[in-house]
């Protein structure tokens, strides 16, 4: 078990460093990619101690479910590529 959580982090911590040096997303953490229709589908999310609210940005927040938006993104060789990120609804409890 413990040789599959060690592959399993590689496998993360290298997609998170593929998403940053390829393509520039920062602040996000790699949750998964896929082979759907000839296209590579990599899902993503925000880093819970990077959320804050979107109005005041304090960090005082309630988390209230998640909205998945789809990017279109740059291929990779031939194969398109989409970046679907979860987007994190909040509630501010300061605002």
Same mark, same amino acid.
Do not use: W
């Given at each position: 078990?413990?040789?599959w959580q060690n %592959? /399993?982090?590689?496998?993360? *911590?290298m997609s998170t460093s593929l998403l940053y040096h390829a393509f520039g997303?920062?602040? #996000? =953490? #790699? *949750?998964?990619s896929r082979y759907e229709f000839g296209e590579v589908i990599?899902? %993503?999310v925000k880093r819970k101690q990077d959320l804050v &609210? !979107? $109005? &005041?940005?304090?960090?005082n927040i309630i988390c209230k479910g998640t909205v998945d938006? @789809?990017?279109?993104s $740059? !291929?990779?060789?031939?194969k398109p590529v989409k970046i679907l *990120?979860? %987007? =994190?609804?909040? /509630? @501010?409890?300061? @605002?």
């Open positions: 078990m413990g040789v %592959i /399993h982090k590689k496998e993360t *911590l997303i920062r602040g #996000y =953490q #790699y *949750l998964s990599f899902r %993503i &609210c !979107p $109005v &005041c940005n304090s960090s938006r @789809c990017f279109d $740059v !291929p990779i060789g031939s *990120l979860a %987007i =994190q609804r909040v /509630h @501010c409890r300061d @605002c």
